[in-house]
T-cell receptor, first 113, second 114 residues
Framework: RKEVEQDPGPFNVPEGATVAFNCTYS??????FFWYRQDCRKEPKLLMS???SGNEDGRFTAQLNRASQYISLLIRDSKLSDSATYLC??????????????FGKGTKLSVKP | NAGVTQTPKFRVLKTGQSMTLLCAQD?????MYWYRQDPGMGLRLIHY???????AKGEVPDGYNVSRLKKQNFLLGLESAAPSQTSVYFC?????????????FGQGTRLTVV
């Protein structure tokens, strides 16, 4: 089982739609969780961190379920500018090390007019 | 504010040639990383550094070497390029360890080995 798995996508949705991305991770020792956004032929950029209590930033809501080892990202009222690839990222720490970020393969979103 | 800058942005190498990719950050970050991104594979960590003068292996270190002689610079070397090293390379830096703060990425280097 891969360490971080995401929906394969691509997701093609109309403007205004609500879209949900799912992600599972295999290492129960994972400490930190993030969603990054990557535009075509650009570098990844942090979209939001994911906290156990869940967190919201405008149209974006992230949820974490540690028991199920599951992370989600919900985008409401999607805009054309939301078209990008969304990367689920997990920090996995080994012993006393600072850990490393493990990236999922990403899910491509295309928002159409 | 430049952030993380990678040079070059594009390069074509012949098999067996060597090259060095340069990453520079102006945010005074302790931690720096080199990733490669291949279609269908996601980002994979090659090497990383937790401070000036230190380096460590990541997930896919074979065929690469790195150096961190100055805090702001992290160099990735390919001693004898192979077609399997055709990829997009991203450098990143962060203030704390990767779990503790946002990672900022450079714009990437597109490398083709023929």
């Amino acid at each position: 089982r891969k360490e971080v798995e995401q929906d394969p996508g691509p997701f093609n949705v109309p403007e205004g739609a609500t879209v949900a991305f799912n992600c599972t991770y295999s290492n129960s020792a994972s400490q930190s969780f993030f969603w990054y956004r990557q535009d075509c032929r650009k570098e990844p950029k942090l979209l939001m961190s994911v906290y156990s209590s869940g967190n919201e930033d405008g149209r974006f809501t992230a949820q974490l379920n540690r028991a199920s080892q599951y992370i989600s990202l919900l985008i409401r009222d999607s805009k054309l500018s939301d078209s990008a690839t969304y990367l689920c990222v997990v920090n996995i720490q080994y012993g006393g090390s600072q850990g490393n970020l493990i990236f999922g393969k990403g899910t491509k979103l295309s928002v159409k007019p | 504010n430049a952030g993380v800058t990678q040079t070059p942005k594009f390069r074509v190498l012949k098999t067996g040639q060597s090259m060095t990719l340069l990453c520079a950050q102006d945010m005074n970050h302790e931690y720096m990383y080199w990733y490669r991104q291949d279609p269908g594979m996601g980002l994979r960590l090659i090497h990383y550094s937790v401070g000036e003068g230190t380096t460590a292996k990541g997930e896919v270190p074979d065929g690469y070497n790195v150096s961190r002689l100055k805090k702001q610079n992290f160099l990735l070397g390919l001693e004898s390029a192979a077609p399997s090293q055709t990829s997009v390379y991203f450098c990143a830096s962060s203030y704390h360890g990767q779990g503790g703060s946002e990672a900022f990425f450079g714009q990437g280097t597109r490398l083709t080995v023929v």
